[in-house]
């Protein structure tokens, strides 16, 4: 008596799995704007009336497979903070992270994606500023966050050369002093400005 109702639950489960995973990758593909209702439904081999009774419509659709993940707080002085973040960047080289990039990709023409990824960069950076170098902690963890997202973009959708095969532990190596320089130097002061301050002037 209860194998139709869960066999046809257990159908629609799979159809809207299937459904996610393509709106998913499509959405970090090609962005919102290009990433139809009717496209979602042919890769993901069902009928865009089934998208549209499962999900609604396409913001509801995009709110579900768009966003970042919650991450492990930053915690530490600020040598184990420059770690938690290099490690944390690492992973997101390892796997794509088509959530995240769904939104990055799409904030330029939907509104809720570039709320959605400045909310999330911001709140990364004030819980990572707190565990800075209090000399321009802000600053400090901003210039993280846009390092990190950079160089997610530049492997995951720019596929800029070299960066887009590289190893990711060869990836944060690199960057490895240039986090903690920032997350714990002291800062520098700006050698060309105070050479062009000193600098005698010539008579004419």
Do not use: C, N, W
């Amino acid at each position: 008596m209860t194998s139709r109702p869960t066999g046809r639950a257990e159908q629609r489960r799979r159809t809207e799995t299937r459904i996610l995973d393509a709106a998913r990758r499509l959405f970090a593909e090609v962005g919102y704007d290009r990433a139809t209702i009717r496209a979602v439904a042919a890769a993901a081999d069902t009928d865009p009336g089934l998208v549209m009774r499962y999900f609604g419509s396409k913001d509801k659709l995009f709110a579900r497979v768009s966003g970042f993940e919650r991450e492990e707080p930053v915690t530490g002085p600020p040598e184990r903070a420059a770690e938690q973040l290099l490690a944390a960047l690492e992973r997101k080289l390892a796997e794509e992270p088509t959530d995240a990039l769904a939104a990055i990709r799409s904030m330029f023409t939907h509104p809720d994606a570039a709320g959605d990824v400045r909310a999330a960069m911001v709140s990364r950076q004030r819980q990572a500023a707190r565990h800075l170098v209090d000399d321009e902690a802000e600053l400090r963890a901003g210039l993280i966050g846009a390092l990190t997202i950079g160089t997610v973009i530049g492997r995951h959708l720019l596929h800029l050369d070299g960066l887009r095969d590289a190893p990711p532990e060869r990836v944060t190596a690199l960057l490895r002093r240039a986090f903690h320089d920032i997350a714990r130097g002291p800062v520098q002061p700006d050698v060309g400005r105070s050479t062009r301050q000193t600098k005698p002037r010539t008579s004419r």
